[in-house]
């Protein structure tokens, strides 16, 4: 069996947006509603934010 490994897959990229919102995410729900008003204005762009090029 073999098995093929490459970098800059869709997969890789999913995999990086998917861990890049998942901290967002902890660090929003972990320290409760409070954490929203400690964002900047870019964190919490980037919480809500769609991207083409992610």
Do not use: F, N, W
């Amino acid at each position: 069996m073999h098995r093929l490994i490459a970098e800059g897959t869709v997969e890789d990229r999913i995999a990086a947006l998917m861990r890049r919102k998942q901290t967002l995410a902890d660090a929003v729900l972990t320290a409760g509603e409070a954490a929203l008003t400690d964002l900047t204005g870019a964190e919490l762009a980037e919480l809500v934010m769609l991207r083409r090029d992610a």
